[in-house]
């Protein structure tokens, strides 16, 4: 990360590094990980926004919130809900009627609710909230948490390490198949909020389990900010499917950092959607650490009006007999516009790799954008690996085609979209999930 | 015949990218009727068929066509569908992610919501066809045409093959029941079993109710669906026209009889 631009924001001081401590101090955090937040603190001090010369952020600017950042409130807590009926409505519609998945809930910078049914309970899977996972698993996250997202990656990520709040560990043993899904949700109350959750998912060896994240909000007066971590572990031959569902209000800003390794034989299956914020920018880094290991990743983003989407994708080959596939599928309307940025490195010594990454575009509007940046690093010479963009408009054939059947233009062209994005939807494991998001797409096509 | 014909096609002239395709043509369809329209390649068959249903890049420079007595020349294309006129396209495209289940009660559902709406001012939110209702249409329709009924979850004509894509288009013919259908080469690139499964279900449909087009390269069809009127169309307009006989002429002397353009009867 390059520090030549020096814009350090004045509101990222002591004050808030220190005011995070104390809290962390006060809920009982171990002393390695206060001492890895001074750490982060450090970094943060030393590290100003990136910079707009670098690849990653080239075309994505977010100016208007670096102006922001320093009167953004990292401490906003919502009291805890005793019950369902005490969450946000649209969370509590999510939930109504599943009775059997886990729930960590957080809303702002806290967890307010937590489930654990006892099917899954007594399997010994743990989903909990961060902050009790670093006081009575800590043996679970001294080696995870911050394992694959180092803190000094740049200065978002660094104030994220520093200023945590909230977050879930999801824990699944060695053989077990976890019973019912994991769902975790974040909510932000309203505008001038700094969300910085991190959150570690294990899976065991030979463990299975679906972990499914939502992130919500409504439309609200004043930016915030979300700048939220993932590292997700599959131990050998575990299989996991991670959704991560990202439809906050237009308010927000999102900046994700997902990791994942993988090791021997794991499979991991990634769904990725993203509908909401004003700008939103994600980096999945999928790392294939164990030999048979494979990733299949699929995403979309669909955007509208003049929201901003970029998403970056790693595929990283580690080593040999490693498999990677990848789709990402963008529809964009109005004056939105997104960037899809996908590498694909193949480690020396990683023959035998298999890795595909595609990406298709729809265009709904003359005034959308889509650019596709893809690449490729590959330091072996046994390896398959393919890639292909594509970006277009909607095929006036395939409207005349519905149109000829009796559809009004306007369904015709829903039907188009919808199909478009389902490849991606088919793969969104819970049939509740995927419904929902059906109706924002449609919602959103209008 | 009695009556105002349900499609009525008066000296059609239609160009397509500035050059003269149809060049005055004229045809009546009434339901109840089977008309087999054939010519040879080029003779501007497809370029009827898809000015009927309303394709936007024909342009109809002048002429007129009438459905049920009303012109349909400011329609579009999904207008005239509700309207009860029918296509089956002759390179069925495909639709990816979207299932022929899906897709047939979406359009079903379109049908009901404009007649709701001009029934009662207002489109009622979601009531559409039952779902129960629509899956015991779609299997009964699908069992006449030898359908798997695994293909209803397939996506629409998407991996299907030349047969599949054919009789997935008279499985919606089937379906919406339209008073025209104009048929475009259904019989190209088909099999002769898969021939006879599509011919069976065309005359299944046949009625009082349902008038048809069959635009035909070839005599074979008509071995199978016994047309009333056969039409003969060179160079954009109609030649000749007569009964079942003229097709079995065509058959063996072709086409070229035609173009010596000497022989031209009009019944």
Known sequence: MTTTELRTPTGFDVEWAARAEALATRSGEPAWALERRRAAAEIA??????????????????????????????????????????????????????????????????????????????????????????????????????????????????????????????????????????????????????????????????????????????????????????????????KLIYGTLQDWGRNVYHYSNQRARLDRGAELQWIQTVLGGRMAKANSYFSLAGPGSQAYVHGFMFGDQRQHFHLHTLQRHLVDHTTSDLLIKGCLKGRARSIYQGLIQVSEGAQRTDAYQANRNLLLSDTARADSIPGLEILANDVRCTHGATIGHVDPEQMYYLMARGLPPAEAQRLIVEGFFAPVLDRIPLENVREQLRQVIQHKIG | MSHVPEL????????????????????????????????????????????????????????????????????????????????????????????????????????????DA??????????????????????????????????????????????????AEILQMAILKPEIAILDETDSGLDIDALRVVAEGVNALVGPDLG???????????????????????????????????ALKLESLGYDWLREGKEVTTP
């Open chain 1, 45 to 238: 001090r030393s590290l100003s926004f990136p910079s707009r010369e670098h690849e990653l952020w080239r075309r994505t600017d977010f100016r208007t919130l670096e102006a922001e950042v320093e009167k953004l409130d990292p401490f906003a807590e919502s009291p805890a809900a005793r019950r369902l009926d005490d969450l946000p409505p649209a969370i509590r519609s999510r939930v109504t009627g599943d009775d059997t998945s886990a729930l960590v809930i957080q809303r702002d910078g806290g967890v307010v609710f937590e489930r654990v049914p006892a099917s899954l309970a007594r399997q010994g899977v743990i989903a909990c909230p961060m902050g009790r996972a670093l006081r009575d698993h800590a043996d679970r996250l001294t080696g995870t948490l911050g394992g694959l997202l180092e803190s000094d990656y740049d200065w978002y990520v660094a104030i994220g390490a520093a200023l945590r709040t909230g977050g879930a560990f999801v824990y699944v043993p060695d053989g077990v198949d976890a019973v019912a899904p994991v769902r975790l949700f974040h909510w932000i109350d309203g505008g001038g909020r700094l969300v910085v959750p991190r959150s570690v998912v294990v899976l065991g060896r030979g463990a299975r389990a679906t972990v499914v994240e939502e992130l919500l909000s409504e439309t609200a007066d004043g930016i915030s900010l979300y700048a939220g971590g993932t590292e997700v572990y599959l131990g050998d031959e575990s």
């Open chain 2, 118 to 167: 001009n029934g009662t001012g207002a489109m009622p939110v979601g009531k559409g066809i039952p779902p129960k209702e629509f899956r015991a249409l779609l299997r009964e329709k699908m069992a006449l045409l030898h359908m798997d009924e695994s293909v209803a979850g397939r996506y629409l004509n998407d991996g299907f093959s030349g047969g599949e894509k054919k009789r």
């Open chain 2, 8 to 115: 009525a096609v008066k000296n059609l002239h239609v160009a397509v990218e500035g050059k003269e395709i149809l060049k005055g043509l004229s045809l009546e369809v009434r339901k109840g009727e089977i008309h087999a329209l054939m010519g040879p390649n080029g003779s501007g068959k497809s370029t009827l068929a898809n000015t009927l249903m309303g394709y936007p890049r024909y342009e109809v420079t002048s002429g007129e066509i009438l459905f049920k007595g009303k012109s349909v020349l400011e329609m579009e294309a999904d207008e005239r569908s509700r309207a009860g006129l029918f296509m089956a396209f002759q390179y069925p495209v495909a639709i990816p992610g979207v299932s022929v289940a899906n897709f047939l009660r979406t359009a079903l559902n379109a049908r009901r919501a404009v007649q």
């Open chain 2, 212 to 246: 048809v087009l069959i635009i035909t390269h070839y005599q074979r069809i008509l071995n199978y669906v016994k047309p009333h009127f056969v039409h003969v169309m060179v160079d954009g307009q109609i030649q000749i026209s007569g009964g079942p006989e003229l």
